[in-house]
């Protein structure tokens, strides 16, 4: 029987898997349009207590308490599936769940997307007890692979890379379809371009094409000193105009236009914005937290990385990847990340030696490939 109806599900909890399941959607639209897909956030058919605790509590813990976080992440990575915790973590779930399942149902797909293990996790119990059929794949969004991704009655699994898809073959009994594909990032990304595409896209943000352009990005919720950064960053003694992106931070945003005043010409504060690529297609290189889905968008464009205070756990995961492949700088905090920064500014070489090992790298194509391979292995 051939799919016509594609679910994808994703959980706000930080925006990378939102973002990977908009892409996939985004790519279905423009590549597979005979298959229907919907896109269903799973916090918006939860209780708002649970929703609190999973969204809200996440983005305030790895940014108040590190440490405490990366103590969760680490056990709830060697922690027994079967073990009487578990089970009533899942079980809290279902409760807290019954609406999500209800929207799944209501939307009958033939197959399913988790951009995230949490609706994975709900539709394996509801597999195990025959009460879902329809075959679910899994896209892990990180170049890592945490215990909670791994469950049985999945379909199959998408992975970033060729390390992490071997993990996964060691780690899920029975095994099951296990495939590279990257991590899904929207079509911009995939598109290059050439040097008068760039200097039309320095343009774009009114930035000189003849200057060289460096990216500062805040993540979707513009966290960090932002302004306190760019101030630092400016004081280097080269020419270089520094775009900063706060994202929905309008604080952030507000402190960064007040500094832009006394730097004319040189600093270019944005908020939100759907026009990244264009952005990352006309920079030297780009300054980001380390997150699964901004590094993909990166690599897909062959920009070198200046990786700032990343996350314990996933992102200093990540991190290592990058850095082990040489697209990627680390940088701590504020002194070693100017650093950083004078060193790529005065180093013509490693920069594009880095932005070759970060094209080598790159999956422009991840979300076709994974719906590509949905669509066919997904019968029955």
């Known amino acids: 029987m051939p799919i016509r109806k594609i679910l994808l599900l994703s959980v706000s909890a930080g925006n990378g898997h939102v973002r990977a399941a908009e892409a996939l959607h985004c790519c279905a639209q423009a590549r597979f349009p005979a298959v229907e897909t919907l896109h269903v956030d799973a916090m918006q058919h939860v209780t708002p207590a649970f929703r609190k605790i999973y969204t809200d509590w996440y983005v305030k813990l790895v940014n108040t308490s590190p440490t405490a976080w990366r103590v969760l992440y680490e056990r709830t990575g060697k922690a027994d599936p079967g073990a009487i915790v578990q089970k009533l973590r899942r079980m809290t779930e279902r409760l807290q769940c019954t609406r999500f399942l209800k929207a799944v149902r209501d939307f009958a797909p033939d197959a399913v997307i988790c951009t995230h293990f ?39 699994y998408f992975a970033a890379n060729a390390e992490i898809a071997e993990r996964m073959r060691q780690a899920i009994a029975p095994p099951t379809q296990v495939h590279v594909t990257g991590i899904p990032i929207m079509p911009g990304f995939a598109e290059k371009g050439d040097e008068g595409e760039a200097a039309e896209a320095a343009r774009f943000f009114g930035l000189d094409p003849q200057r060289r352009i460096v990216a500062l990005m805040g993540g979707g919720a513009g966290m960090g000193g932002l302004d306190e950064v760019a101030a630092a960053l400016l004081a280097i003694d080269a020419d270089f105009q520094l775009v900063v992106l706060a994202g929905k931070n309008a604080e952030a945003l507000a402190a960064l236009q007040m500094l832009a005043q006394r730097h004319s010409g040189r600093l270019f504060p944005l908020g939100f914005t759907d026009q990244v690529h264009r952005l990352m297609a006309c920079s030297s290189f780009v300054i ?83 719906l590509r391979l949905v669509l066919e292995n997904s019968g029955a």
């Open 118 to 156: 949490l609706p994975a996790e709900l539709l394996m119990h509801e597999i195990r007890r025959s009460r879902f059929d329809a075959p679910v794949w899994v896209q892990v969004t990180d170049f890592d692979l945490h215990r909670m991704w791994v469950m049985p009655h999945m379909r199959g």
């Open 288 to 370: 980001t937290k380390p997150g699964g889905l901004t590094t993909s968008e990166c690599l897909a464009m062959g920009q070198p990385m200046i990786l700032s205070s990343p996350i314990p756990g996933q992102e200093e995961r990540n991190a290592d990847y990058l850095l082990e492949e040489g697209a990627a700088l680390k940088a701590m905090d504020t002194t070693a990340l100017v650093w950083r920064v004078r060193q790529l500014l005065g180093d013509g070489q490693k920069l594009t030696t880095m932005r070759r090992n970060a094209a080598a790298l790159g999956r422009p194509q991840a979300a076709h490939d994974a």
